[in-house]
């Protein structure tokens, strides 16, 4: 006969298992970068590469003999970072920290001018860093736009950009854009690009803090900028892709979620999030697979191609463009 303790003990331990066996089964499905191509000579820029996926990614892309570029707002993170990866690889790719600060142009700029100096071409571009800040904040970048709009889609937009003539120069090379499927959620108001009336709401409790429309909202811009790059760049050697990561552990949402949330969504971290390390996969796979080459403007998530819920309409696209420009041009919001 089993004792009570016995069972008290084997309940929470047989869970814990059957989780485990769950989650298991459901990360197969999350797709794997199964190409080992040696990368050697090839130059991979990267921003955010300090921590989280792209930090995944670069470790999977040093681990290929690539030249890695980190481009971070802090550069004392990016030397950590490549200190800890120069311990795990001692033999791999180049590694070579760099500041850049997607929420200021004229940090944009300098970084591009450096970038000139020091490097002939760029084979990939991976536009990875982003930011989640609770609207209720109202956080803006240094030229006044909304934070999610000026780091998310704005200072990608104008990096890559100033950039094209580098990636050219290493034809065929690539633009990789993180995206998400949240952008499937996102409502574009053209005349509110900056949010005002929705942070005011924020302000006032009365916008949900689980949906960030300023993060969604700059996520559609990205699926937006890597469609609309694509036809711009036909024919000149450069594939354009936006990718999904997947709902994932990182520090990304540091700023939204709260210590309470953890112990109410641990089943779901259990059951549903990946690990950077998993996140990182379609990320590597739209960078360095060459069985996508020549397929651009598309979007993928788990190493695979995604048919988006979202109405893509053209002359949204265009706008979106021409806004975007006249912006940076002006460097003031609306």
Not at 151 to 176: C, E, M, Q, W
Not at 290 to 315: L, T, V
């Amino acid at each position: 006969m089993i004792s009570a303790p016995a069972l008290y003990a084997a309940l929470p331990i047989s869970v814990l298992v059957a989780i485990g066996f769950i989650r298991k089964w459901r990360s197969r499905n999350w797709g794997k970068c199964v190409s080992n191509t040696c990368l050697r000579g090839k130059t991979f820029l990267i921003t955010g590469a300090n921590s989280g996926i792209g930090l995944e990614t670069a470790k999977a892309l040093v681990r290929r003999k690539a030249r890695v570029i980190f481009a971070c707002r802090d550069i004392t993170k990016a030397k950590e970072a490549i200190n800890a990866i120069r311990k795990e690889q001692p033999s791999g790719g180049e590694l070579i920290p760099m500041q850049l600060d997607l929420a200021s142009f004229e940090s944009i700029e300098n970084f591009v001018e450096v970038i000139k100096a020091g490097f002939h071409k760029i084979d990939v571009l991976i536009n990875n860093a982003g930011v989640v800040v609770p609207l209720s904040q109202d956080e803006k970048t240094k030229e006044g736009f909304e934070i999610h709009f000026g780091v998310n889609h704005l200072g990608h937009f104008y990096l890559t950009n100033l950039l094209l003539d580098h990636l050219k120069r290493a034809s065929p090379s690539r633009i990789v854009v993180v995206s998400s499927t949240l952008h499937e959620r996102a409502k574009l108001d053209f005349n509110d690009l900056n949010l005002r009336a929705e942070i005011e709401k924020a302000k006032q409790g009365r916008v949900s803090q689980r949906h960030n429309l300023g993060y969604c909202n700059s996520k559609l811009m990205n699926a937006y900028f890597v469609r609309a790059l694509a036809d711009r760049l036909r024919d000149s050697g450069i594939d354009v892709h936006a990718c999904c990561p997947g709902f994932c552990y990182t520090n990304l949402f540091r700023n939204s979620v709260r210590w309470y949330h953890y112990i109410l969504m641990f089943p779901v971290v259990l059951l549903f999030m990946r690990s950077a390390k998993q996140g990182s996969e379609t990320v590597v796979y739209c960078a360095s697979d060459y069985s996508i080459e020549g397929r651009s403007g598309k979007f993928y998530r788990d190493c695979a191609e995604y048919n988006s819920k979202y109405p893509f309409n053209k002359e949204e696209e265009i706008k979106l463009w021409n806004i975007s420009e006249e912006l940076i041009k002006a460097r003031k919001p609306l």
